[in-house]
């Protein structure tokens, strides 16, 4: 027994396998680049919404958790330049080819880290950090939110502003039942080296941790050639809006807008998302 009358020694298993398990939906999601730009490739109003922003107030602009650049390239192409941070070499592999296929003039405006927004220090400042895309649920404990934001002190420029978006927790999505398989549409899954790829069925199960407000997502891909079927996990922090204002406030920063669409428009009880632009208090205990 430890001095609380705890039990001391290794940490018990289930324990253990609760860190694998988030660490396999911060990453699995995001190893198969091919498939996440299909996917998303008609999500087009988050990417006007950040380029448009970073062309108004002018670059260079720190992305966090880039991704394979579906907001970084478009960036780049708009005369913006951009420096990007992420966790998956997947992904910043995938990155790096789409970059060699644009104009020498728009891949020199890219400059690339493989790095843990928790952690990375580029050593320069920068007017605009993004996050965008719900890359600020992969968050988990307050202490991941306490790092991610010392990174983006460390590199925000006075008066620059942190803009980033996250789904809204909706209270019936949560309630899933995790037994419940939620089909979707068959599709084609992309091949390996823009292979032809090979017709799946799809479903979703949904297990929502209520106490560490985690979102486990199970993404199952069932071949119809009746191959083996795999399984993708993804893992998403909620965070009810007050209290993503609390964690702003209480890290030393304001919320200066929120949207709730990417048309601008401001959040209501319909909305999806939350877009937060905040702002680095000059004293950061400051009320
Ligand atoms: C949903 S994707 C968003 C990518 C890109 N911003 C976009 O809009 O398409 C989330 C990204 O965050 C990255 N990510 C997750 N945790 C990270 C961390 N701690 N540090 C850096 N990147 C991280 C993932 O590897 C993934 O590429």
Redesign the pocket.
Known sequence: MGRDGVASGPKPRAARRVDAELLAG??A??DDPAY?TKT?RR?LD??RYYVDLAESRGGPVL??????????VPLARGGVEVAG????AP?LADLRARLAAEEPEVRARVTLRR??????RLGRRFPLV??????F???YERR?VER?LATVRAHLAPRGELVFDVSIPEPTELARKPERAYSAPSFVYPGADGGPGERVRYTERFDYDKLRQVLFVAMEFIPESGAEAWMTPLAHRQFHPAELEALLHYNGFEVTRRAGDFDGSAPTNESASLIVHARARKSPRGR
């Open positions: 911060t990453t999601h995001y996440y998303y999500r988050d990417v992305e966090l958790g880039c991704g394979n650049g579906r907001i970084a941070v992420d966790l998956s992904m790095g843990d927004m928790r952690a990375v993004f996050c965008p895309f719900n890359a649920l992969h968050l991941d991610f």
